[in-house]
């Protein structure tokens, strides 16, 4: 990156300070999403295999019709912390309420899909017989709450670039609980089985959104920020979040490759894909952590106009994520003989696993790398280089990914693969940070 001054220990310090205020609060309130999944699947786990296999594949397309709309959080993060570093906080608010109004509009639009395709969707996604008519009666009834989901991805991005981490993590905390509370009760208690979880999911959503929105309307009142929908602030919001949709998609499409490929090896390649991707999703949140402290903080002080400080807070970022993916990658490291019986008793499974989870942590330095500078780019606003830049990786990983049944290699071959992917991806963002053209500075960019 565009080299910065060394920085002294006091401003060091300083940094770290801030790093760790709002990446640990961020990090809590990351985890607490797949525990909605979790709860919902202890639940329904005990109602029948058929309910839970119904629960499996309406959760997965649930997950995806709201992650693909990530960039309402990231996206609304960069502008009202560009705000804030100018220092006009009404004008910040006023951002995150096009946000808003954003989300609202693509929740409507997504509801009125899924409600008619649910069952189209739930055979494509290959449901049996037996769990499809569970699988589509949760997916229309949870689809209900796909605009509060969204609203809540908005309004976090919101209270981000305000650079406040700590509500979304008090909020989500109180959404996993009256969660689980209204799945118990609703599925127990009255009876409606998986229709009850399904239920109790949208009025936990809705609730979070509610709170939420009491905070960001406070906020609007306080600095006499408008609440009313503006179209150009809408339009200017959307156009904002194409390029992160497009760099969404492409880490999707990976994803989806990398599963595809892994089905193909086997059902023991398979079956210890999906054990060591979710071990990678969970070190993803880690690492993410970080990367929202990086949008906040990168996004304030280019709004400030103050390039030397986001030069300095990059770089000292980027120190935290190769630390934070050494840490990671160690544990990993060390802890492979005790993570996998938590999974699997299969002694094939465990063998695939052992040296799969060894290049997952050599990796980790290069993810800690990755995140962080995604969150700088993000934080800048600079989302169409992000969005070439993951096209391009996507165009190295494919056909590499794709080749390895082809000549014979395993599931270590594809997990090579993703390293390589990683490594793409971190030389992209580098020199992206090296050239220093991310570094544009007022309240827009």
């Not at 009313?228 to 200017?236: K, L, T």
Request: charged share 10%; proline share 4%; net charge positive.
């Amino acid at each position: 990156m565009t080299q910065a001054p060394e920085l002294p220990k006091e401003r060091r310090h300083r940094h770290d300070r801030e790093i760790i205020g709002l990446a640990l609060p961020a990090f809590g309130a990351l985890v607490a999403e797949p525990l909605f999944v979790m709860a919902d699947s202890a639940i329904i786990g005990h109602l029948g295999t058929t309910q839970l296999a119904g629960l499996g594949v309406a959760a997965a397309l649930l997950m995806t019709a709201v992650n693909v709309f990530v960039f309402l959080a990231y996206a609304t993060t960069a502008a009202v912390a560009r705000r804030v570093g100018a220092g006009d906080l009404t004008s910040a608010i006023r951002q995150g309420m096009d946000g808003v109004w954003l989300a609202l509009l693509l929740g409507v639009a997504v509801v009125a899909i899924a409600l008619p395709a649910a069952p189209w969707l739930v055979h494509a996604f290959g449901a049996s017989e037996t769990a499809a008519p569970y699988a589509i009666t949760y997916l229309r009834i949870s689809s209900l709450g796909i605009p509060a989901m969204l609203t809540v991805l908005a309004a976090t991005g919101v209270l981000r670039g305000l650079q406040n981490t700590r509500t979304p993590l008090y909020i989500a905390i109180g959404g996993f609980t009256s969660n689980a509370a209204l799945n118990a009760l609703l599925v127990y208690g009255a009876g409606l089985g998986i229709a009850g979880s399904a239920w109790g999911t949208v009025l936990a959503q809705c609730a979070m959104a509610i709170a939420y929105l009491i905070v960001v309307v406070r906020g609007a009142r306080r600095h006499g920020a408008s609440l009313r929908p503006d179209a150009a602030g809408i339009r200017a919001s959307a156009q904002a979040g194409v390029p992160l949709l497009i760099r969404t998609l492409s880490i999707r499409a990976v994803l989806l490759i990398a599963t595809a490929v892994a089905a193909r090896l086997g059902d023991v390649d398979i079956a210890a894909h999906q054990i060591v991707l979710a071990l990678w999703s969970l070190l993803a949140f880690a690492l993410d952590a970080i990367a929202i402290a990086g949008q906040a903080i990168i996004g304030r002080h280019l709004g400030a106009g103050d390039a030397v400080g986001a030069r300095q807070a990059c770089r000292r970022m980027v120190e935290w994520g190769v630390a934070a993916g050494v840490v990671l990658g160690l544990l990993v490291s060390v802890s492979r003989p005790l993570f996998i019986p938590l999974f699997t008793s299969d002694p094939a499974v465990y063998d695939t696993l052992l040296p799969v989870l060894l290049i997952v942590a050599v990796s980790q330095p290069i993810a800690g790398v990755v995140f962080v500078l995604d969150g700088v780019l993000m934080g800048a606003g600079d989302g169409p280089y992000l969005a070439g830049a993951m096209l391009v990786t996507l165009a190295v990983f494919a056909p590499v990914a794709l080749l390895v049944p082809t000549f014979g290699g395993g599931l270590s071959a594809l997990w090579w693969a993703m390293a390589l992917m990683m490594t793409v991806r971190m030389l992209t963002l580098w020199w992206r940070t090296r050239s220093g053209r991310w570094i544009v500075t007022g309240a827009t960019r």
